[in-house]
Nanobody, 121 residues
Framework: QLQASGGGLVQAGDSLRLSCGYS????????MGWHRKAPGKEREFVAAISWSGGATNYADSVKGRFTISRDNARNTVYLQMNNLVPEDTAVYYC????????????????WGQGTQVTVSS
């Protein structure tokens, strides 16, 4: 139902755009979020976007560098990542949340497979 793509190996300072396509039409009315899990660390919230795209929320560690957006006509959510640093290395997951919360601790209902992002120094 959720398929993330766009990860890869880049150098510090580079950019990547992740995409998350979803097949469930109902997700167009859900909050969508990106989370990440680095080796040896807990999974953490990265960004969330409201169903309309009119509201967003970001983790402090990515504010000003990452931008979440969505295109409901294309059933796709994006994460534009600029000025990447090695600490951004992780598997990135997209998820859907039916209660429409943008809170970082919101319980997401659906999760996709992750896409690996590796940033070399």
């Amino acid at each position: 139902q959720l398929q993330a793509s766009g990860g890869g190996l880049v150098q510090a300072g580079d950019s990547l755009r992740l995409s998350c396509g979803y097949s469930e039409p109902a997700f167009s009315s859900y909050t969508m979020g990106w989370h990440r899990k680095a080796p040896g660390k807990e999974r953490e919230f990265v960004a969330a976007i409201s169903w309309s795209g009119g509201a967003t929320n970001y983790a402090d560690s990515v504010k000003g560098r990452f931008t979440i957006s969505r295109d409901n006509a294309r059933n796709t959510v994006y994460l534009q990542m600029n000025n990447l640093v090695p600490e951004d290395t992780a598997v990135y997951y997209c998820a859907a949340e039916r209660s429409r919360s943008l809170h970082p601790q919101a319980d997401y209902d659906y999760w996709g497979q992750g896409t690996q992002v590796t940033v070399s120094s």
